[in-house]
């Protein structure tokens, strides 16, 4: 069959798209609703989705099959990027403690090499903001995913480049 045409011989082959970013399911469940006629089931997906260089983003959705959720999961990631500042493009800038419901996480910065440690959610969201030398933890009870992902976000939305101490032009004498 000839390469210009798509599968079933008719028209032009759409060419794929190439997203800019990396995507990573943290978690997908099926959950019910109890209706008059009976249970209605339809899948949550929480999706993570980043450019490893500094922009990073969160999301959740509901579909009624496992594809579409984590499609719409997808948008609605897209839609909610946050960028980052990132010291030498590597780690942060200072220490960080954010809470998100009865999540909390702390990130550290840490020397160069040292790598990522962390371990839940909050690691594949550092790895696609593209933090590589930092150390968190998960300092709540909570087991939530969803919850320690966005605590994380928002320990990450509270770092702002730290500006140059300013000398004084005029020397004191």
Known sequence: MNQNFNRFGRGPRRPREVSEF???TLEIRRVTRVMAGGKRFS????VV??????????GVAKGLDVASAISKAKLKAKKNMIRIPLKDNRTLYYDVEAKYGAAVVRLKPARLN?????????RPVL????????????MGRT???????RATL?????????EKKQENATPQS
């Open 22 to 24: 990396k995507e990573k």
């Open 43 to 46: 899948f949550r997906a929480s």
């Open 49 to 58: 989705l980043g450019d490893l260089k500094g922009r990073v983003g969160f």
């Open 114 to 122: 040292h790598g990522l440690i962390a371990g839940g959610a909050a």
């Open 127 to 138: 790895e696609l903001a593209g933090v590589k030398d930092v150390s968190a933890k998960i």
């Open 143 to 149: 087991t939530n995913k969803i919850s320690n992902a």
């Open 154 to 162: 928002e320990a990450l939305k509270k770092i702002k480049v730290p």
